[in-house]
T-cell receptor, first 108, second 112 residues
Framework: QQPVQSPQAVILREGEDAVINCSSS?????VHWYRQKHGEAPVFLMI?????EQKGHEKISASFNEKKQQSSLYLTASQLSYSGTYFC?????????FGTGTRLQVFP | DTGVSQDPRHKITKRGQNVTFRCDPI?????LYWYRQTLGQGPEFLTY????????KSRLLSDRFSAERPKGSFSTLEIQRTEQGDSAMYLC??????????FGPGTRLTVT
């Protein structure tokens, strides 16, 4: 079953923060996060494994709560380049099921 | 690092024709995935290979779709007797043993 992301869309001014959530109804092995710009392929951001770990990548970090079957992506001090659609991907049997997507727009 | 490449980038075909797409993964990656993506949706899993073995195929995939990965290198995805509902972006991704997936630019299929 497809993971549900919230919110569906976010509009930010440069420098503002955002949180994107991903919830699954099934137990997860890992969670991936990708960003896709219009007309381009998805780009890998990070992967989180079981264990509630938190990872960081520049000003983008994420957490994974396996008990709640949820992951959150944190974007701090957003930049124009952060605009795009963010997808979580939940992994169970070596394949990814992508979430419903969150469209993020950052304006100057 | 040349990344994942796909060919062709665009394909327009008439309903009922067969089409074949090619994906060249990152050379040291042992896993290769095919996805389909329609406007406003996330990529939808179709099938994947570990080396030359096809390990899983989506139940959503009809028997008109077939994929191969001879010798564990490039892969092809063939769609027979195309239908208008097959119009989509077909994405290929390759993955090392650590699990992250690197996507190619995709092949946009339009069935008229």
């Amino acid at each position: 079953q497809q993971p549900v992301q919230s919110p569906q869309a976010v509009i930010l001014r440069e420098g503002e923060d955002a949180v994107i959530n991903c919830s699954s109804s099934k137990a997860l092995y890992s969670v991936h996060w990708y960003r896709q710009k219009h007309g381009e392929a998805p780009v890998f951001l990070m992967i989180l494994l079981k264990g509630g770990e938190q990872k960081g990548h520049e000003k983008i970090s994420a957490s994974f709560n396996e008990k709640k079957q949820q992951s959150s992506l944190y974007l701090t001090a957003s930049q124009l380049s952060y605009s795009g659609t963010y997808f979580c991907g939940t992994e169970r049997t070596d394949k990814l099921i992508f979430g419903t997507g969150t469209r993020l727009q950052v304006f100057p | 690092d040349t990344g994942v490449s796909q060919d062709p980038r665009h394909k327009i075909t008439k309903r009922g024709q067969n089409v074949t797409f090619r994906c060249d993964p990152i050379s040291e990656h042992n896993r290769l995935y095919w996805y389909r993506q329609t406007l406003g949706q996330g990529p939808e899993f179709l099938t994947y290979f570990q080396n030359e073995a096809q390990l899983e195929k989506s139940r959503l995939l009809s028997d008109r779709f077939s994929a191969e990965r001879p010798k564990g290198s490039f892969s092809t995805l063939e769609i027979q007797r195309t239908e208008q509902g097959d119009s989509a972006m077909y994405l290929c991704a390759s993955s090392p043993s650590t699990g992250e997936q690197y996507f190619g630019p995709g092949t946009r299929l339009t069935v008229t």
